[in-house]
C-alpha cells in the first residue's frame, strides 16, 4: 500500500522539527523501493524562512495538497503566530480528519490544540511549554519521555524526539524490522557525549 506523509511547514517553523521525520520516511521509501511519498505542505508555495534561517520551497500549498495518511505538525517560535492563523488551523483539523495518523514534534502540539486534536488526549510537547499546555489548555501532559501515543494522535518532545516518533511510526506502518533498518541506515544511536540523567523513551497507551 503506498502511503502518503505530508508535514506542514510555515515560517519559523523549527528545522530539525520536520527535517528528522522527513529523513525517517525518505529512508523507508528508499530502503524499500516504494512508491511512498513524503512532502512539504504550507499555506504558500512562495519560499519560506524557518527558525534559524534555512530557507525551504514547499511541495504543496493547501489547495493542491494531495490526501495524507500521515500528517506531521513541527514545531518552532513560528507556532506562536500560526496559532492564530484561521487559514491553517482550518486546514489542519480538515485534513487530520481523515488522516490515519495525526502527529507534532515540539510545539506543534499547540496547532494541534487549535485544531481540536488534542482534548481528552494524553500529550508531551517541548519541556518549554508543558505549562502552557498543562495550564492554560488544561491537557494531560506527560513529562521526561520522548513522545506519546493516544489513539491515533502522536505527541513527541522537542526537535530531535521528532525523530523517535518517526521511526515508531514506521513500525506502525512498515513493520518493526523496517523501522530497524531505517534506524540502522541512518546510524541513529544517540550516544551524546554531555547526556544529562537517561529519559524514558516511550509513554505508550
Not at 512532502?39 to 500549498?61: W, Y
Amino acid at each position: 500500500m503506498e502511503l502518503t506523509t505530508g508535514i506542514l511547514v510555515f515560517p519559523g517553523v523549527e528545522e530539525l522539527d520536520f527535517v528528522g521525520p522527513w529523513e525517517v520516511f525518505k529512508v523507508m521509501r528508499m530502503l524499500l523501493e516504494a512508491d511512498d511519498r513524503v512532502v512539504t505542505i504550507a499555506q504558500s508555495r512562495e519560499c519560506l524562512e524557518c527558525a534559524k534561517g534555512l530557507r525551504i520551497l514547499p511541495d504543496h500549498d493547501f489547495e493542491d495538497a494531495p490526501a495524507l495518511d500521515v500528517l506531521i505538525v513541527p514545531g518552532g517560535l513560528g507556532t506562536r503566530t500560526e496559532r492564530s492563523n484561521k487559514v491553517l488551523v482550518d486546514w489542519l483539523r480538515k485534513v487530520g480528519e481523515s488522516s490515519s495518523w495525526v502527529t507534532s514534534v515540539c510545539t506543534g502540539a499547540l496547532l494541534l490544540y487549535e485544531a481540536d486534536f488534542l482534548r481528552g488526549k494524553r500529550v508531551t510537547t517541548h519541556w518549554s511549554v508543558i505549562g502552557v499546555l498543562r495550564d492554560e489548555c488544561g491537557l494531560e501532559v506527560v513529562e521526561g519521555v520522548r513522545f506519546v501515543h493516544d489513539g491515533k494522535v502522536v505527541t513527541s518532545a522537542g526537535v530531535s524526539a521528532g525523530i523517535d516518533m518517526a521511526l515508531w511510526l514506521v513500525g506502525q506502518l512498515r513493520g518493526i524490522e523496517v523501522a530497524r533498518r531505517v534506524q540502522h541506515w541512518m546510524e541513529y544511536q544517540p550516544m551524546p557525549p554531555y547526556a544529562p540523567e537517561p529519559v524514558v523513551r516511550a509513554s505508550l497507551e
